[in-house]
């Protein structure tokens, strides 16, 4: 069940965190489609537009598609169905030119003067807030690449098994949240199920507007701002990064992956997204070297993560972007006892400090060193990884509090608890972050 449509964008935006950001473009299938597509696509911060299609009906049985029309002249035919229902040429240009007339007005009253986001050679992501029967979605499939999309991707959060069989043939792939065979209606799986207004619609398309644009000031260089690939000097080595800190940001968030892992995270890269919108800056660095993660025994030393996590630290002082901002931790996995150990060795100089999956245990006596306020998450079902937050927890002496995601296991895989994880550090950073300009949620 979800709350809302907003809910069930966050949730599917969690389970799209894996998927490659350069040449994607969300479509939103208007009305109900958009605000869900609107929250995958700030998640993911990648362009967001509307998918405009109207079906052709037979003249005499109109549910019966036998074509469907896009923008910019696009035409798709069903010539099996136009040749069984004997339709002429004069009846099928008849019920194209009434459709056409509904989509330009449609067009007109989405976009206005903006033009459609260009779909040739890029992935087009197709989002609906539910699928019925899958006609609708295939067709803006069908739409969507003969706008020049190289690659269909359809997501919902919710369709029956057989819609999801029907639209197989028309993407390469499929992602929804749920498949419930007893489907009776989208409807049912929404607390709030409010039919959106063609001003929602709008509304978020010009919002999703005016982010990309501030994003594209930011990556220019924008006064008070950065979006950018960095190099952190530590000592011997280099150690890749990528800073953001979004104009007027007084806080900078610091991430210390888990093993196995590296500034690419599709995970921290979510949460990340997350934070920048609250505007909190963040640096995702790696810890070590290609060369340095061979020895698995560099991967588990947490003294040494949690010093290149200080000189990374220092490095983010010294950035003219930072302008002084507060310093908090995020660590996953052992990445958290490495980011705890760190903040142990800092007194008062980390604001807070957030641990998703971590292993806090690790960070042995340090623990009762660190003063940072500290939000320990966990995943309901990670069971061996929450009796050891528990003891840890035990062992500190600051501010700690420990929450626990329903149905999560270690790496917060499972519909919608990523989001959730990523929502509560965002909240625990912005309380305890007096550089952080309120949220307006």
């Known amino acids: 069940m979800f709350a809302n449509r907003t809910d069930a964008g966050r949730r599917l935006a969690a389970r799209l965190a894996r998927l490659p950001r350069e040449h994607l473009v969300v479509l939103g299938l208007p009305r109900g489609g958009v605000p869900v597509a609107s929250e995958v696509a700030a998640a993911l911060d990648v362009p967001l537009d509307v998918i405009l299609v109207r079906k052709l009906g037979v003249p005499y049985q109109p549910e019966l598609a036998m074509g469907a029309i896009g923008e910019d002249g696009v035409r798709i035919i069903n010539e099996e169905v136009v040749r069984r229902a004997d339709v002429s040429v004069p009846e099928f240009e008849a019920v194209e030119s009434r459709e056409r007339l509904e989509l330009a007005r449609r067009a007109a009253r989405f976009r206005g003067s ?82 959106t207004s063609d001003a929602e619609v709008i509304r978020l398309l010009e919002q999703a507007e005016t982010r990309r644009a501030a994003g594209a000031h930011t990556r220019a260089g924008g006064s008070g701002a ?49 934070l920048n919108r609250a505007g909190l800056g963040t640096l995702l660095f790696d810890l070590l070297t290609v060369d340095e993660e061979r020895n698995r025994a560099n991967v588990f030393d947490i003294e040494l993560l949690a010093q290149r996590l200080v000189v990374a630290t220092r490095w983010t002082r010294e950035q003219p972007q930072a302008g002084g901002a507060e310093i908090g931790y995020f660590g996953a ?49 990670d069971h061996a990884v929450l009796d050891l937050n528990r003891q840890a927890r035990a062992q500190m002496r600051c501010q700690t509090a420990l929450e626990i995601v329903p149905g999560a296991t270690h790496l917060f895989e499972e519909p919608g608890t990523l989001a959730v994880a990523a929502e509560l550090a965002r909240d625990w950073f912005v309380n305890h972050s007096v550089g952080v300009r309120p949220l307006s949620v």
């Open 114 to 195: 903006r033009h459609r986001v260009a779909l040739t050679g890029r992935t087009a992501l197709v989002v609906d807030d539910g699928i019925a029967t899958g006609s609708t979605v295939r067709a803006a499939c069908e739409v969507a690449r003969a706008h020049g999309a190289t690659r269909v991707i359809v997501a919902a959060p919710v369709a029956p098994p057989g819609a999801v069989e029907h639209l197989r043939p028309a993407a390469d792939e499929i992602v929804v949240l749920s498949s419930p065979p007893s489907f009776r209606a989208i409807g049912q799986f929404y607390d709030d199920f409010t039919q």
């Open 333 to 381: 996995s052992t990445g958290a006892a490495a980011a705890l150990w760190a903040a142990s060795e800092q007194g008062d100089g980390i604001a807070a400090v957030v641990s998703r999956g971590g292993r806090p245990d690790l960070a042995g006596s340090r623990l009762s060193a660190v003063r940072a306020p500290t939000l320990l998450i966990v995943g309901g079902n």
């Open 226 to 274: 950065c979006d950018e690939e960095v190099v952190i000097d530590s000592g011997p080595v280099r150690l890749a990064g990528h800073l953001t800190i979004p104009s007027g940001a007084g806080s900078v968030v610091l991430f210390a992956h888990g093993s196995g892992s590296s500034r690419h995270s599709s995970r921290n890269r979510f949460v990340a997204g997350v």
